[in-house]
Structures are given as C-alpha cells and as structure tokens.
C-alpha cells in the first residue's frame, strides 16, 4: 500500500495520537495536532519502511511525533538561551571609525580563514546593507541558515575583535 493511500485510513487514528501526545505537553504549545500529524506524516511517508503490522506503524508514527516535540522544544530553548556576546554591528551600513574599520576587516579576514560563507554573510550584510532575505538569496541559502550565519559572525567578531583590544 503507497503512502497516498495509507493516509485516509489512519488519518483519524494519528490525529487522535496527535492529541493525546499535545495534552501531555506543557501550556504554550504552538504546534497543533493537525499540523504535528501532518509533520510526522512527511517524516513517516518518505521512510522507505515495510509496516509489520498496525501497531508496527503507529509505533513509528509516535516516535517520529516524539522526536518532532523534542527537536521543537530544543529549538525554543536555544531561542532563549544566551548565545554568548551580542556584537554592536548593526543591520545596515552605518558610518564607523576608520581605525574600528581597519579593525573589524582584520578580524573578518581571520573568519574568512575559518568559515568563508560566514565571512561573505557579514560582507552582504554589514558592508553592502542588503537585509537577511537578500543576503540568503544571494548566497543561495535559506532565510534560517542566513540568519543562524549572522549570528553566529557576529558573535564570533565581538569575542575576537574584544580579545584583540586587551
């Protein structure tokens, strides 16, 4: 039986679990089941899997559920978390002095020799001004990977540029 038409016959059933697995959540989720059963589903359907049984599917239908909850309530913990040093480089070219430029290129070179996409992020987006979603479209990558990168960078040349200053 192909995924499309699996579907109509557990629907139902996985939503139920869908629930199920949200009540036991903490308040605040913003994942509801109809979106969680349609996640798993993706996950589920494109496993080249031979179901044993009924309880063989739903099993690995609630792992892939559990592992979506944990993989999102990761992600909002790290949204959280301090991500180390907040760097002044603002979003858009700003004026700065020469000799914080002549700084701030030195160090930028030390990440190009670590992390070159890094480096071409922070070129993009400090010193052409284009916003995040011109800086992943140019670069070829998603608006995410584009903001992770600035980040990232930003926290990397504040903790360089401030080691090199003592």
Request: glycine share 2%; net charge neutral; proline share 5%.
């Amino acid at each position: 039986m192909t995924p499309e038409e699996l579907l109509p016959l557990v629907y139902d059933e996985l939503r139920n679990l869908a629930l199920a697995k949200l009540a036991s959540e903490n308040p605040g989720q913003t994942l509801d089941a109809t979106a969680l059963v349609h996640e798993a589903w993706l996950r589920i359907a494109q496993a080249p899997i031979n179901w044993n049984d009924r309880t063989h599917f739903f099993r690995t239908a609630a792992t892939a559920m559990r592992r979506i909850l944990v993989d999102r309530a990761r992600a909002r913990i790290a949204a959280k978390r301090d991500l180390g040093p907040k760097v002044d480089l603002p979003d858009f070219v700003a004026p700065i002095p020469e000799s914080n430029l002549i700084h701030l290129n030195e160090v930028l070179e030390q990440l190009a020799a670590v992390k070159p996409e890094h480096a071409k992020v922070v070129e993009l987006r400090f010193f052409a001004g284009m916003t995040i979603e011109e800086t992943a479209e140019v670069m070829g990558i998603s608006v995410n990977q584009a903001n992770r990168m600035w980040r990232y960078s930003k926290a990397w040349l504040k903790v360089k540029m401030d080691h090199s200053k003592t």
